[in-house]
């Protein structure tokens, strides 16, 4: 072979010839040969296997097909004299007005739309909750404060706006005083939408930006809210269990309304001022019964309903507080509630009258050790206006 046939053109020739080519293995000149006629579907990995002429030979076949993407690809090569071989193909490609075509550009990735957390408070005795739902604006945050109630819906709504740091703020004070838990911006939304259904099915008046508000959160009033799934299995305990949720400082300020506390204090009273000669242990078991007595008479269809979601939200409040055990005590009771299940009587309901008497018992004592003469007056839990650092009244 004269030292003319390992240049790539006539290489590439005798390659397309069939012209035998001894001094190079017979298996590379077949495969030379093979990646020469179909050069367009050549692989780098195939044509760096070569021994370096026979490779430039199919990178000449690739510059007279006007075949870019093989050269471009090898132009990068480990193997140096092949990759500089590669890169002198492109040169004269490009010189023939050839160029590799441009890679599709990515389309600019769209910003997702900035969210700010959504904070719920924790269900007063009387059934409200506060809600502080943001919405970013131009050159702000509009910040909503929501006081509802579970009977009669948006009771109060006040809108600012807000710097991005003082949201932060208010939303940060509110978690780390336990004043409610974050939920994200749709279930804010979903929650003012079933509030303002309740100011329509109640005739409560709409307070002033709550139907912009709802426009503004793409929501409308819901009137069916979800119902809370079936009882299971191992409510009957929780059940058993009730009382328990008393003992937590959130639900230890839930009380019966009004009405109820003082016809229970006047059953109360009226047995012990009774003639009847009963020792302690049967007043105190009919102190007993007129509270339970009490209990189930409150506890109607539609308060059990009421007071189900009351706990399974207080359920979600307990999770995000690592309450799991109130947690599980606060869902078993609700599922029960809702679904009207009896027996055995929820001692969640009995304790809450049950404090009426415990209260009113303490006070009488407390006014007796300080000699005290004025009216006993109903027990109440503790109260106290708090407020968020940014005006909301929290119930």
């Given at each position: 072979?004269?030292?003319?046939?390992?240049?790539?053109?006539?290489?590439?020739?005798?390659?397309?010839?069939?012209?035998?080519?001894?001094?190079?293995?017979?298996?590379?000149?077949?495969?030379?040969?093979?990646?020469?006629?179909?050069?367009?579907?050549?692989?780098?990995?195939?044509?760096?296997?070569?021994?370096?002429?026979?490779?430039?030979?199919?990178?000449?076949?690739?510059?007279?097909?006007?075949?870019?993407?093989?050269?471009?690809?090898?132009?990068?090569?480990?193997?140096?004299?092949?990759?500089?071989?590669?890169?002198?193909?492109?040169?004269?490609?490009?010189?023939?007005?050839?160029?590799?075509?441009?890679?599709?550009?990515?389309?600019?990735?769209?910003?997702?739309?900035?969210?700010?957390?959504?904070?719920?408070?924790?269900?007063?005795?009387?059934?409200?909750?506060?809600?502080?739902?943001?919405?970013?604006?131009?050159?702000?945050?509009?910040?909503?404060?929501?006081?509802?109630?579970?009977?009669?819906?948006?009771?109060?709504?006040?809108?600012?706006?807000?710097?991005?740091?003082?949201?932060?703020?208010?939303?940060?004070?509110?978690?780390?005083?336990?004043?409610?838990?974050?939920?994200?911006?749709?279930?804010?939304?979903?929650?003012?939408?079933?509030?303002?259904?309740?100011?329509?099915?109640?005739?409560?008046?709409?307070?002033?930006?709550?139907?912009?508000?709802?426009?503004?959160?793409?929501?409308?009033?819901?009137?069916?809210?979800?119902?809370?799934p079936a009882p299971e299995p191992d409510d009957v305990r929780h059940a058993l269990e009730g009382d328990q949720l008393h003992a937590t400082p959130e639900i230890a300020e839930w009380m019966p309304p009004d009405a109820e506390m003082r016809g229970l204090m006047e059953q109360v009273q009226a047995l012990a001022s009774s003639p009847l000669a009963l020792s302690g242990a049967q007043r105190q078991e009919q102190v007993r019964q007129r509270v339970l007595d009490a209990a189930r008479a409150y506890f109607t269809p539609e308060?059990?309903?009421?007071?189900?979601?009351?706990?399974?939200?207080?359920?979600?409040?307990?999770?995000?507080?690592?309450?799991?055990?109130?947690?599980?005590?606060?869902?078993?009771?609700?599922?029960?509630?809702?679904?009207?299940?009896?027996?055995?009587?929820?001692?969640?309901?009995?304790?809450?009258?049950?404090?009426?008497?415990?209260?009113?018992?303490?006070?009488?004592?407390?006014?007796?050790?300080?000699?005290?003469?004025?009216?006993?007056?109903?027990?109440?839990?503790?109260?106290?206006?708090?407020?968020?650092?940014?005006?909301?009244?929290?119930?």
């Amino acid at each position: 072979m004269s030292p003319a046939s390992t240049e790539p053109r006539p290489l590439l020739d005798a390659l397309r010839a069939g012209t035998p080519l001894p001094a190079f293995p017979e298996a590379d000149v077949a495969q030379a040969r093979k990646l020469a006629d179909e050069v367009g579907s050549a692989t780098p990995a195939a044509v760096e296997a070569l021994p370096e002429a026979l490779a430039g030979a199919v990178l000449e076949a690739a510059v007279l097909a006007g075949q870019v993407a093989l050269p471009e690809a090898l132009s990068a090569s480990s193997v140096k004299p092949l990759a500089k071989a590669a890169k002198k193909a492109l040169y004269r490609l490009r010189s023939r007005g050839v160029t590799p075509a441009e890679a599709p550009r990515e389309a600019p990735m769209t910003p997702a739309p900035e969210t700010l957390p959504t904070l719920v408070t924790v269900v007063s005795s009387a059934g409200q909750y506060g809600l502080l739902l943001t919405r970013v604006v131009r050159g702000g945050v509009e910040l909503l404060q929501v006081i509802a109630s579970d009977e009669q819906g948006v009771l109060e709504l006040n809108r600012t706006e807000q710097s991005r740091g003082d949201i932060r703020r208010i939303l940060k004070h509110g978690l780390k005083n336990g004043f409610g838990m974050e939920v994200s911006r749709d279930e804010g939304a979903r929650l003012l939408a079933e509030a303002a259904a309740l100011n329509l099915s109640t005739r409560t008046p709409f307070p002033p930006d709550l139907e912009a508000a709802l426009r503004h959160h793409g929501v409308q009033p819901i009137h069916v809210p979800e119902p809370l799934p079936a009882p299971e299995p191992d409510d009957v305990r929780h059940a058993l269990e009730g009382d328990q949720l008393h003992a937590t400082p959130e639900i230890a300020e839930w009380m019966p309304p009004d009405a109820e506390m003082r016809g229970l204090m006047e059953q109360v009273q009226a047995l012990a001022s009774s003639p009847l000669a009963l020792s302690g242990a049967q007043r105190q078991e009919q102190v007993r019964q007129r509270v339970l007595d009490a209990a189930r008479a409150y506890f109607t269809p539609e308060v059990r309903q009421r007071y189900a979601r009351r706990l399974w939200r207080m359920a979600a409040f307990f999770d995000a507080t690592g309450r799991a055990l109130q947690a599980s005590i606060a869902r078993g009771e609700a599922r029960r509630l809702f679904h009207g299940l009896d027996e055995p009587f929820s001692l969640f309901a009995e304790t809450l009258f049950a404090k009426v008497v415990v209260l009113a018992a303490a006070g009488a004592q407390a006014q007796a050790a300080q000699g005290a003469t004025a009216p006993e007056a109903l027990p109440a839990a503790p109260t106290g206006e708090r407020r968020s650092p940014g005006g909301l009244i929290l119930p």
